[in-house]
């Protein structure tokens, strides 16, 4: 289940405070991602309700 357009809009990334996108993580799940490319951290969507901890996000991979 996706996070609702105007709930993605409102959310900002906690570590860095730049905006969330749409995502899907490498399991299938949805997930948001942050779109600055100096934190990139994916936080996992359970139940459509967004866990926006740092401690539970996925840290993004080498590039």
């Known amino acids: 289940m996706a996070v609702e357009p105007w709930v993605r809009e409102v ?9 969330l996108a749409d995502g899907t993580g490498p399991d299938g ?9 100096e934190c990139a951290l994916a936080y996992p969507v359970t139940d459509g309700i967004p866990v926006l901890l740092v401690d539970e996000a996925r840290r993004p991979g080498p590039r």
């Open 29 to 37: 799940a949805p997930e948001l991602v942050c779109t600055s490319a």
């Open 11 to 19: 959310l900002r990334c906690p570590a860095c405070r730049a905006e």
